[in-house]
């Protein structure tokens, strides 16, 4: 009965081998797809891995820097207080001028 009314209704027998093979291929699809973003995942993470590197690479070396000025400055030698007292006592006596 069931494969009469198939048949009157102009519904052709081998539809499910077809849903079957839609259904394989969009696996497949899918499958692919799947696969695809794990490759971009894993450009992405490496991209990402460079950048930090290269982050801590510039870090550190900005930190070299800072300390390297740091340690130059160290070498100026600071005035002793007889040296300040006697530049202040110097401007004092040109501000003041000829009496």
Aim: no cysteine.
């Amino acid at each position: 009965i069931i494969e009469q009314r198939t048949q009157d209704s102009n519904i052709r027998n081998d539809v499910k081998h077809q849903v079957d093979n839609m259904v394989t291929e969009y696996r497949g699809n899918i499958g692919d797809t799947q696969n695809s973003i794990r490759g971009e995942e894993n450009i992405v993470r490496g991209q990402y891995s460079e950048l930090q590197n290269h982050h801590k690479t510039e870090a550190l070396s900005q930190n070299n820097k800072y300390n390297e000025e740091r340690e130059s400055q160290k070498i100026i030698p600071e005035p002793s207080e007889e040296a300040v007292k006697k530049m202040v006592d110097d401007k004092k006596d040109r501000l003041k001028g000829p009496l």
